[in-house]
């Protein structure tokens, strides 16, 4: 099983998202969704798949950290 966790979309160029995970920014192809930088999006295999409300993503954000503890 795989979870996803939201990150927020940095920057968009050439059809690639630079998205920030907590700190940790991936690259990640973006034409599967329509998705702007300040999005909040989902990345699965390397691609942006899903883009949240920033209320929802922020949710699961607080509790996946409050998971590490």
């Known amino acids: 099983m795989c979870v996803a966790i939201p990150g927020k979309v940095l920057s968009i ?3 690639k998202a630079v ?3 907590s700190g940790n920014q991936v690259t990640a192809y973006i034409g ?8 909040y999006v989902l990345v699965h ?3 942006v798949i ?4 920033q209320r929802e993503a922020e949710e699961i954000i607080d509790l ?5 503890s």
Do not use: H, R
């Open 13 to 15: 160029e050439d059809g």
């Open 19 to 21: 998205v920030d995970f």
């Open 50 to 53: 899903q883009t949240m409300k």
């Open 64 to 68: 996946m950290s409050g998971l590490e």
């Open 45 to 47: 295999a390397g691609c």
């Open 32 to 39: 599967l969704v329509k998705a702007e930088v300040g999005d």
